[in-house]
């Protein structure tokens, strides 16, 4: 049983392990209401208990927590630390799928760069001159 206090359901899972060294997995279930408020990256704790045993026979072998640092669904790393390589793995080629086409936020700002520099996306309209027409819009 694990979940990330304040932002997660309580998520249990079942595991068949054979003796020997064994990895666990699991997922939480982000309460999207709760992650949605955030604006910046947080410290979160991770709760979690294991217990071992056939049903009605089980033992708790290990229960704690454990820090984790959740990022609000607007904030896209650039990179990410390698432990295994100690070293940094570019994530730019990512932001295509990152980018968001919905929320208030994003639409708020969209009208206000429409309402002061039109947003002809990347032709620049005939007649106007294409090699500062891109950072105009940006700019604006």
């Not at 020997?20 to 979160?44: I, Y």
């Not at 990410?80 to 570019?90: E, G, H, I, S, Y």
């Not at 206000?112 to 620049?124: M, Q």
Request: glycine share 8%; aromatic share 8%.
């Amino acid at each position: 049983m694990w979940h990330v206090m304040n932002y997660s359901d309580i998520t249990e899972r079942s595991f068949s392990v054979k003796p020997g060294k064994t990895v666990l997995s699991g997922r939480a279930v982000f309460r999207w209401e709760d992650l949605h408020k955030l604006e910046n990256p947080v410290t979160a704790n991770v709760a979690y208990t294991l217990i071992c045993g056939p049903a009605g026979k089980e033992e708790k072998l290990d229960a704690g927590q454990f820090g984790i640092q959740l990022l609000p669904p607007n904030h896209f790393p650039m990179a990410t630390w390698d432990l295994n390589a100690q070293a940094l793995v570019n994530q730019t080629w990512l932001i295509a799928a990152w980018i968001r086409r919905k929320g208030p936020k994003l639409q708020e700002l969209l009208n206000k760069a429409a309402a002061d520099c039109e947003l002809a996306g990347y032709e620049a309209p005939k007649g106007t001159d294409q090699s500062g027409h891109d950072a105009r819009q940006v700019h604006h």
